[in-house]
C-alpha cells in the first residue's frame, strides 16, 4: 500500500492551535525549534500524516486521528513513523509483521511526503 501527499506551504494553518490538533508533544517541539522553518515544519507533518492515513486506507469515518500517526527523526535525520490509537489497531490486524516507510520533502512554497508499507 502506498498513500502520498502533496500541499502548498500557504494553505497550511501555522497556528499553535493548528499545531497541538494534530502533533503530538515530541512533533511540537520539533516544528517550534526552527522558526523560520516553523510553517514548511506544519506543512510537510500534516503531508507524512495525510499520506499514513492514506496507504493504511483510512478516511474520515475510520476513527483515526492525526495524533495517532507520530512522526519522528532519528540521528541520521531519517524519518520514522509510529502508531498510536485506532491506527495501530488497524495496522496490527491488517499489516501486522510490516512496516511503514515514509519519504518527505519541502521547499519554500510545497511540502510532499510519501508512505509506503513493506
Given at each position: 500500500m502506498i498513500g502520498i501527499d502533496l500541499l502548498e506551504v500557504?494553505?497550511?494553518?501555522?497556528?499553535?492551535?493548528?499545531?497541538?490538533?494534530i502533533?503530538?508533544?515530541?512533533?511540537?517541539?520539533?516544528?517550534k525549534?526552527?522558526?523560520?522553518?516553523?510553517r514548511q515544519r506544519t506543512t510537510a507533518l500534516f503531508c507524512v500524516k495525510?499520506?499514513?492515513?492514506?496507504a493504511l486506507e483510512m478516511g474520515k469515518d475510520s476513527g483515526v486521528?492525526?495524533?495517532?500517526?507520530?512522526?519522528?527523526h532519528l540521528s541520521n535525520g531519517k524519518p520514522e513513523i509510529k502508531l498510536h490509537g485506532k491506527a495501530l489497531e488497524k495496522f496490527d490486524k491488517f499489516?501486522?509483521?510490516k512496516k511503514i516507510d515514509v519519504s518527505i520533502s519541502h521547499t519554500n512554497s510545497m511540502a510532499i511526503a510519501i508512505a509506503m508499507i513493506i
Open positions: 500557504d494553505r497550511i494553518d501555522e497556528s499553535d492551535a493548528f499545531l497541538e490538533k502533533a503530538r508533544e515530541e512533533e511540537i517541539k520539533y516544528v525549534s526552527s522558526q523560520t522553518m516553523r495525510e499520506a499514513v492515513m492514506k486521528v492525526f495524533k495517532d500517526i507520530e512522526l519522528y499489516f501486522k509483521y
